[in-house]
């Protein structure tokens, strides 16, 4: 459903006209009109917000602009504790110099008023007027905006006007301590690399976590940055806490999604008293590290009947908030309140049920980027695309291109733009070095001297014979740990340890092609392979003959009516249809409670993941045997699901376990093909093992009780290997739903 405006009346305001057509202030109507004036995106379009057209969209653009500040904020479309937390950051007393002004009045003091004047301002806009300003802007006045406001970290000139930094982003399909190392050694070979050295661990066990922290602040002592740039494992909050009480001193800023809402931020394991209480523990150097990103809120179900773009900047809202109490707790530590504390905005990574095109791609940037700014943030992007959106590769360079005008801190960087564990497509460390070149953008002064010193830029920043040679860094390296053996023997071992990176499906960018910004040709046509490859493991069909070979399987289908429906509208994918449901309540009928694991395995977005061979069979058979052996009961029927995504896997568990006077717990674990693109065709194992009771609440089991392993294939996570982790996850979260007491929600359910 879209929404159509009527007529506007001459000096008629938001308020005036919600008053006109409802005869009183409603608030779905007023929640229309805030959504209608956004850019079209298919996320607002989903929940009913987004305009019909462009005349409405125009009106409702007009109707915004002639409302007052103090209205819009006195009239929040939806309330909620964070909503009010986030205000303990908003300077009550310069909001008073501006709540009169229209939006169109504050439109215009950002595009045309004094610089210096701009941050005298700020700190008194609220988040939801913010959104609202954002709004009102085309995408050349975005750009104008972001290109004024700079907000540089604590000591640096990462977020200052004529830098770019870069997240080194080396992830691993395995969590291979040696391909995180190489990956950071070759962004440093092309002066890449000032603001975090970040990994996404496949793995959240927090020795896992553990290792993998150690290899990236080892890279940093080795060469003396550990009080230039942080590094981070970007597992939940709560892990990386835990992993620094095991090895004080080991981890650098900390790490967490966000959402924009209360209902949101649970999906996420994240409570307004947990964020208040890490943040409070983070007295030193580095404070914390946020990622963002607009439809995030919507597709886990917690919209509020309220469009994107508030709820994203609720989510920079929070970021304030928290980083204000950052800087409390630096002071009460008798320390410099300098709060490190940036936000990464992931445009693009959910998929098309947020937005499909690059242009789209580029406006939701554009606006994150002004709405960070205006929060006084300093603010990162992923400009990143999955591959069932219409954004190509080529589409990606566009963007960038596009969305340096407006003066982002950072963006990601990586080998290529094809990212070997997340499997979608970002930004290449030789993108940061078209872009330095083509804007005359540096990056941090203090990595700049680094890198001069490494050898692989001059004094001038030019690039020298060693530029795009990781080799050459390895050496520089090995010589920092004291190594004396002689350059050739060096360079020897670290073409060995290159070649062993990319045998286990991680690439390396050595050299470049016949510009310092292009990928030498060979791995260009192997990024473009891959990328031809995912396109194929996007549209195929799980096949009878895989099916069948599933011993116990038992045909489901989700509401998707295709597989175009299914790629396009994800939510048709979460609910088994009616004939299905049916199937599974009958199934329980017959089972009479004896089983208390169920198995569900679902196409996904790469169904070849489950049909090659040496994948889903040694998974299934180790994981069977290895629940036997702790005293699982495994149900012989095995759900294969077809158009399946992880709430289906949920419905299932609550039509099978749900019970609300059994305590005891029922695991579920949910076998789904995994985003294509790495070149692995991996699946990934959804865990779930709540009590039965809590089964039996619905909506009480949702992705803040499952754990995930991803990346299982032959040639990454081995099946075997996963099975026997996934084993000891459930017992670690079955344990979990025997020992914590039930909420009052549980307690109900219960009689």
């Keep these: 459903m879209s929404v159509q405006l009527p007529d506007v009346l001459p000096d008629e305001d938001v308020l005036d006209f919600v008053q006109r057509l409802s005869g009183g202030f409603d608030v779905r109507l007023y929640q229309q009109v805030l959504g209608a004036a956004n850019a079209f995106k298919e996320g607002d379009e989903a929940i009913g917000v987004a305009a019909a057209d462009e005349v409405s969209r125009e009106r409702a653009r007009l109707l915004l602009s002639r409302t007052r500040l103090d209205d819009v904020h006195a009239h929040p479309p939806f309330e909620d504790r964070l909503f009010v937390f986030n205000l303990e950051a908003w300077d009550e007393a310069r909001w008073k110099g501006v709540a009169d002004w229209t939006l169109g009045q504050l439109k215009d003091f950002l595009l045309t008023g004094?610089?210096?004047?701009?941050?005298?301002?700020?700190?008194?806009?609220?988040?939801?007027?913010?959104?609202?300003?954002?709004?009102?802007?085309?995408?050349?006045?975005?750009?104008?905006?972001?290109?004024?406001?700079?907000?540089?970290?604590?000591?640096?000139?990462?977020?200052?006007?004529?830098?770019?930094?870069?997240?080194?982003?080396?992830?691993?399909?395995?969590?291979?301590?040696?391909?995180?190392?190489?990956?950071?050694?070759?962004?440093?070979?092309?002066?890449?690399?000032?603001?975090?050295?970040?990994?996404?661990?496949?793995?959240?066990?927090?020795?896992?976590?553990?290792a993998v922290e150690l290899a990236l602040l080892d890279l940093l002592t080795t060469f003396g940055l550990e009080d230039v740039m942080p590094h981070c494992v970007l597992a939940h909050i709560d892990v990386q806490a835990r992993v620094e009480a095991m090895h004080p001193g080991t981890t650098g800023i900390w790490f967490q999604s966000l959402g924009g809402n209360d209902d949101a931020n649970r999906t996420f394991d994240v409570t307004l008293e947990k964020m208040v209480a890490h943040a409070a523990s983070r007295t030193g150097r580095w404070g914390l590290y946020f990622e963002t990103g607009q439809g995030a809120d919507a597709t886990n179900g917690h919209h509020h009947g309220t469009d994107m773009l508030i709820h994203e900047a609720r989510k920079y809202g929070f970021a304030r908030a928290l980083k204000r109490r950052v800087a409390l707790a630096q002071e009460g530590a008798g320390r410099e309140a300098a709060p490190w504390v940036h936000v990464n905005d992931v445009a693009g990574f959910i998929g098309p049920e947020v937005f499909r095109t690059r242009e789209q791609l580029v406006r939701c940037c554009l606006e994150d980027i002004v709405m960070g700014k205006l929060h006084g943030l300093t603010l990162g992007l992923d400009v990143c695309s999955t591959l069932h959106m219409d954004v190509s590769l080529d589409d990606l360079g566009w963007c960038q291109e596009q969305l340096a005008e407006a003066g982002p801190a950072y963006l990601m960087a990586l080998p290529t733009r094809n990212d070997p564990m997340l499997s979608y497509l970002t930004t290449a460390f030789q993108d940061h070095v078209w872009l330095r070149e083509r804007y005359g953008l540096k990056v941090d002064d203090r990595m700049g001297s680094f890198f001069q010193r490494l050898g692989v830029i001059d004094a001038d920043g030019r690039p020298t014979e060693h530029f795009g040679d990781p080799r050459h860094v390895y050496v520089q390296y090995r010589r920092h740990k004291g190594d004396s053996r002689p350059e050739a023997v060096l360079r020897a071992e670290a073409e060995a340890r290159m070649a062993e990176v990319g045998a286990r499906g991680v690439p390396l960018a050595v050299g470049h092609g016949d510009e310092v910004w292009t990928l030498e040709p060979s791995?260009?046509?192997?990024?473009?392979?891959?990328?031809?490859?995912?396109?194929?493991?996007?549209?195929?069909?799980?096949?009878?003959?895989?099916?069948?070979?599933?011993p116990g399987a038992v045909r489901v289908r989700t509401c998707s009516e295709d597989r175009r429906d299914y790629i396009l509208h994800p939510p048709s994918g979460e609910s088994l249809d009616a004939t299905s449901e049916a199937l599974v309540r009958a199934l329980r009928e017959q089972r009479a409670g004896q089983w208390d694991v169920q198995v569900v395995i679902s196409d996904g977005l790469d169904p070849r993941s489950l049909m090659d061979a040496g994948h889903l069979a040694p998974f299934l058979d180790t994981l069977r045997t290895a629940l036997a052996s702790e005293g699982w009961s495994v149900a012989p029927e095995v759900l294969v699901v077809k158009h399946g995504r992880v709430r289906a896997g949920y419905q299932a568990g609550q039509l099978l376990f749900g019970d609300p006077g059994d305590a005891r717990p029922r695991a579920l674990v949910h076998v789904i093909g995994e985003r294509p693109g790495s070149g692995h065709h991996a699946y990934s194992a959804y865990l779930t093992a709540p009590a039965a009771s809590t089964w039996a609440r619905p909506g009480a089991v949702d992705h803040d009780r499952t754990r995930l392993i991803a990346g299982i294939s032959d040639t990454s996570v081995r099946p075997e290997d996963a099975a026997h982790e996934a084993v000891r996850i459930i017992a670690e979260l079955a344990e979990n739903a025997r020992t914590v007491p039930p909420s009052a929600g549980d307690t109900a359910a219960m009689g």
């Design 523 to 550: 791995l260009e046509k192997e990024l473009r392979r891959l990328y031809e490859d995912a396109k194929v493991g996007l549209w195929s069909e799980l096949s009878d003959e895989a099916v069948e070979a599933v």
């Design 114 to 210: 004094e610089e210096a004047a701009l941050y005298e301002v700020l700190d008194g806009l609220p988040s939801d007027v913010i959104a609202c300003v954002v709004k009102l802007m085309s995408d050349a006045e975005l750009k104008a905006v972001g290109g004024r406001v700079f907000h540089p970290l604590p000591g640096s000139r990462v977020g200052a006007r004529g830098y770019l930094g870069a997240r080194l982003q080396p992830n691993s399909p395995t969590d291979h301590p040696e391909d995180i190392r190489w990956q950071v050694l070759n962004g440093w070979a092309f002066a890449v690399g000032d603001v975090v050295l970040g990994t996404n661990p496949v793995s959240s066990d927090p020795a896992t976590v553990a």
